[in-house]
Every structure is written in structure tokens, then in C-alpha cells.
């Protein structure tokens, strides 16, 4: 071993990972508010016979704010889905390295769509977009927790490839 990982980076897979600890966790129950909504929805159709037009399109962004701010919390537990022929039979220090040699992908791709994701919102922002629907909701809301939650999984990937090094050199940072 040569000597551990410096302290900053030890306190950013911390902090990091704290932070995508408490949002994942919150996220997790979006699902149960979208099931909500479409639950009210269906009584209020079949039942009242009064439709809404915002309950669908609610549902929607709820679900995507559900995966998009659960992204980091996901990779952060190792939940995100991974084809694999070989890598599940390797050593988690082989993991590791190759982890680290295909992380910069994942980093380029992360950051390529948090820089568009900022330039949407600034977008909708700037110009008050409003969906193109009859209920027209201001878009926005949406692309502010979209650039979030996409900059929350790019956090997270760094602290990935950190953990990475870290196993490959024979050590774990916790």
C-alpha cells in the first residue's frame, strides 16, 4: 500500500455520498406521491366523473424527478443494472481497475448532459417554456431538479472513481 487516500478526497466520498444518501432516501417515496396522484386521478374519473388535465403530466414529472434524483443514490449503493458477461466473477480490485478505465466515459457522458440539462433550464427560465399540452405547465421546475439530479449522479461518479483508486491501491474509503 502506498500510504492512504488524502483527506479532502476522503471527505468529499463523505460528503458526496451523505448527500446522496438523504436525497435518494427522499426520492425513494416520490413514488408513492405519483401512485397517489393517479390513484386520486382514476377515483375522481371513474367514480366523480371529473377528470383533470394536470394529473397525468403531474404523475410524469414526479416519476422523473423520482429517477433522476435517484440516480446518484443508486450508483452510490450499486444498484444500477450492469450487463456482464466477466466482471462479476473478477476480484473487486480488477473491478476497480477497470472501473477506473472506463469511468472517464461515464464522466464525459455525465458532464456533456449536465451542461445541456443547465442550458435547458436556463432556457425555460429565460423564456417562461411552457409544456405544449392543455394544461401548459411552466417547465422549469422540472429542469432545475433534472440538472440536480444529474449533478448529484456526476458527484457521485467522482467519488466513484475514487473508491475505485482507493480499492486498487488495496484500501477502501468508507
Known amino acids: 500500500m502506498r500510504g492512504e487516500m488524502p483527506k479532502a478526497i476522503r471527505l468529499y466520498v463523505r460528503y458526496v455520498d451523505a448527500v446522496n444518501k438523504a436525497v435518494g432516501r427522499f426520492s425513494m417515496y416520490l413514488v408513492f406521491v405519483m401512485g397517489g396522484i393517479l390513484l386520486y386521478e382514476s377515483i375522481s ?28 443514490y443508486s450508483m452510490m449503493i450499486d444498484g444500477h443494472v450492469r450487463m456482464d458477461l466477466l ?23 455525465l458532464g456533456v448532459l449536465f451542461f445541456g440539462a443547465v442550458s435547458a433550464t436556463h432556457y425555460a427560465i429565460a423564456f417562461d417554456q411552457k409544456n405544449y399540452t392543455p394544461w401548459g405547465p411552466r417547465l422549469w421546475p422540472i429542469k432545475v431538479i433534472m440538472a440536480f439530479g444529474i449533478l448529484l449522479t456526476l458527484l457521485e461518479a467522482i467519488s466513484f472513481l475514487f473508491k475505485d483508486i482507493a480499492r486498487a491501491r488495496g484500501e477502501e474509503i468508507e
Do not use: C
Open 87 to 109: 466482471y462479476g466473477r473478477w476480484s473487486k480490485r480488477k473491478q476497480a481497475i477497470v472501473d477506473i478505465i472506463t469511468g472517464p466515459v461515464l464522466l464525459f457522458y
Open 45 to 72: 374519473r371513474t367514480l366523480l366523473n371529473q377528470p383533470h388535465i394536470w394529473a397525468v403530466e403531474v404523475a410524469q414529472f414526479v416519476m422523473a424527478a423520482y429517477y433522476l434524483l435517484g440516480g446518484g
